[in-house]
């Protein structure tokens, strides 16, 4: 079955950097386009950032642009997040998933595989 296994995530001090990765195994990874998605305490799941099959376009969040970078590995059937100038507000359980194939964009309804998330804290 389709598995997506989130890591990286821990506690960072306002300012720092955390790289997230995500392995996928039971499915053809370079045939999906990937999303990373996080859900902040007492809130509702949003969206941070999107690559397609082939890196070949990326969109992220208006919150988190200029300051997080979304990359992949289809070699290695991963995918990776590079999180930079932290602030207490990207504090999350940080989500990768998997995008229904033959669809764009950020819509959560779209991606139909999704991890068990990895929890972000950044202190202020």
């Known amino acids: 079955q389709v598995q997506l296994v989130e890591s990286g995530g821990g506690v960072v001090q306002a300012g720092g950097s955390l790289r997230l990765s995500c392995a996928a195994s039971?499915?053809?990874?370079?045939?999906?386009?990937m999303g990373w998605f996080r859900q902040p305490p007492g809130k509702e799941r949003e969206f941070v950032a999107r690559?397609?099959?082939?890196?070949?376009?990326?969109i992220y969040a208006d919150s988190v642009r200029g300051r997080f970078t979304v990359s992949r590995d289809n070699a290695k059937n991963t995918v990776f997040l590079q999180m930079n100038s932290l602030k207490p507000e990207d504090t999350a359980v940080y989500y990768c998933?998997?995008?229904?194939?033959?669809?764009?964009?950020?819509?959560?309804?779209?991606?139909?595989?999704w991890g068990q998330g990895t929890q972000v804290t950044v202190s202020s």
């Open positions: 690559i397609s099959r082939s890196s070949g376009s990326t």
């Open positions: 039971g499915l053809t990874f370079s045939s999906y386009a």
């Open positions: 998933a998997a995008q229904s194939l033959g669809v764009v964009g950020t819509n959560i309804r779209s991606y139909a595989y």
